[in-house]
């Protein structure tokens, strides 16, 4: 068996957004632990990968100096055709003179004369277009000395680098990366063991609200989507970047047909999964037809502040999404007010599976799921750590000590996103984001 350790980290319209030196995602061994297996820390590279490679700058280097040399040779090409075009239309005067000369058998008259010399005159410029020409000419065979050796040395590069073009390797190392992401998808899944400094993205609207990101977009699409206040609410604004959404621009708006309550709101898949205010009912509201596309109640669950998480705001139900699918988090009379996990539907909105996690929702600041593993926090003001974990694989449970920095010191929205490996708050008008690291155990090759 092996121990990875993985870290999250979240890039979107163009920023990125985790605190690293690195810049970026490394692989490093770490330790051996005494049985023999293999402790290390595993970080997916960022795709500027390939242009910090020492090879690959040189090579870039060099393609762009024998595209200036080429684009010099095109100039004097045209320069030197240009000359040559003025030469040979003196060509013709010249022969004309020299056959006048020869006719002339030693007598030349007057008027001949100065018919000669007004040609003569003609032809001085042909001289210093001659000697031009000839510089010209030589500053292109050294040009092409230059080519053929530069030539020389991308070849031998790119004999090292696999015989490929810059080009090529870069879209071969963005085909890498995207399969070494593919593979963290795969082998990411692990316990939560640390949450990052938080990086504010925004401070915008009022206390209370929520924002997210399309869980199950592709990692082109990084539109944002902003909800302010915690009920009665139906506008919701979708910026076309994260970019956007930080300067507030490029956005339009939707106008839910049923208001919101609480801030436990997800995108999945295209779609808004809310809490139709004083209602136990399950909205899903497809952006891109504008409609809703079906809605159901929650069997037993409480709202309207029933069960609500410590910081009240009419939270009785939180709707998540993690690496297997989405959930919803709420309380019933028949759990006697502690947390239920269900897994959903998210095509009929129907309950697949309950788990009953035996802690009080009253007592929980916020949320949030991964990889099957709800975490919950003993606090929404500042000093709140991640103080309990529930397995639903194992339907068991564990008390946990995970600090993380309360910055505003109000949290109303906590969020886990498995496509970013994030946790998305809204902290008391601030959208703040958290990178996470997750320990976990993957079998190899070869184990038992």
């Given at each position: ?314 939270s009785d139900m939180d709707f998540m999404v993690d690496e297997s699918g989405l959930w919803a988090v709420y309380t019933t009379n028949q759990n006697a007010g502690n947390i239920v996990v269900s897994r959903l539907d998210p095509h009929t909105l129907e309950v697949m599976r309950s788990w009953d996690t035996g802690y009080p929702k009253r007592s929980a600041g916020e949320a949030f799921m991964i990889c099957g593993v709800l975490y ?14 529930y397995f639903t694989n194992t339907s068991s449970y564990e008390y946990t000590d995970v600090p993380f920095h309360n910055q505003y010191s109000h949290i109303s929205m906590l969020d886990y996103n498995p496509r970013e490996r994030a946790l998305y708050t809204w902290n008391n008008g601030h959208q703040v984001l958290y990178n996470v690291t997750l320990f976990h155990v993957i079998s190899t090759a070869g184990d038992p």
């Amino acid at each position: 068996m092996r121990k990875l350790r993985q870290r999250g980290a979240v890039t979107a319209g163009g920023h990125t957004l985790f605190q690293s030196p690195e810049e970026g995602w490394q692989l490093y061994t770490s330790a051996q632990a005494p049985d023999g297996k293999c402790i290390c820390t595993a970080v997916i590279p960022a795709q500027s990968t390939c242009s910090r490679d020492g090879r690959s700058r040189e090579l870039r280097q060099l393609m762009e100096k024998v595209q200036n040399v080429s684009q010099s040779m095109e100039v004097l090409e045209l320069r030197t055709f240009r000359d040559l075009q003025y030469v040979r239309s003196m060509e013709t005067l010249m022969r004309s003179l020299d056959a006048r000369l020869r006719a002339a058998d030693g007598s030349v008259s007057a008027k001949s004369f100065q018919e000669l010399k007004d040609r003569m005159t003609e032809l001085l410029p042909l001289s210093s277009v001659l000697e031009q020409y000839k510089a010209d000419t030589r500053t292109i065979v050294r040009l092409r000395e230059e080519v053929r050796n530069l030539s020389g040395s991308l070849a031998a590069i790119q004999e090292e680098m696999g015989a490929y073009g810059y080009e090529d390797l870069q879209q071969r190392v963005m085909a890498l990366e995207a399969r070494l992401h593919a593979c963290a998808q795969k082998l990411g899944c692990g316990k939560l063991t640390g949450v990052s400094n938080p990086i504010t993205v925004r401070a915008m609207g009022s206390r209370f609200g929520s924002w997210m990101t399309d869980t199950m977009a592709p990692s082109a699409d990084s539109r944002v989507w902003y909800m302010d206040g915690y009920y009665k609410g139906r506008r919701v604004l979708e910026f076309r970047t994260l970019g956007d959404f930080i300067k507030g621009q490029n956005f339009i708006q939707h106008l839910l047909p049923q208001p919101w309550a609480g801030t436990g709101h997800v995108v999945y898949n295209g779609s808004l999964f809310y809490n139709k205010y004083q209602s136990n009912v399950v909205v899903k509201y497809h952006f891109r037809s504008r409609s809703v596309l079906v809605q159901r109640s929650l069997p037993g669950a409480g709202y309207n502040n029933t069960f609500p998480y410590s910081w009240g705001g009419f939270s009785d139900m939180d709707f998540m999404v993690d690496e297997s699918g989405l959930w919803a988090v709420y309380t019933t009379n028949q759990n006697a007010g502690n947390i239920v996990v269900s897994r959903l539907d998210p095509h009929t909105l129907e309950v697949m599976r309950s788990w009953d996690t035996g802690y009080p929702k009253r007592s929980a600041g916020e949320a949030f799921m991964i990889c099957g593993v709800l975490y919950v926090t003993n606090s929404h003001l500042a000093g709140a750590k991640v103080y309990f974990a529930y397995f639903t694989n194992t339907s068991s449970y564990e008390y946990t000590d995970v600090p993380f920095h309360n910055q505003y010191s109000h949290i109303s929205m906590l969020d886990y996103n498995p496509r970013e490996r994030a946790l998305y708050t809204w902290n008391n008008g601030h959208q703040v984001l958290y990178n996470v690291t997750l320990f976990h155990v993957i079998s190899t090759a070869g184990d038992p």
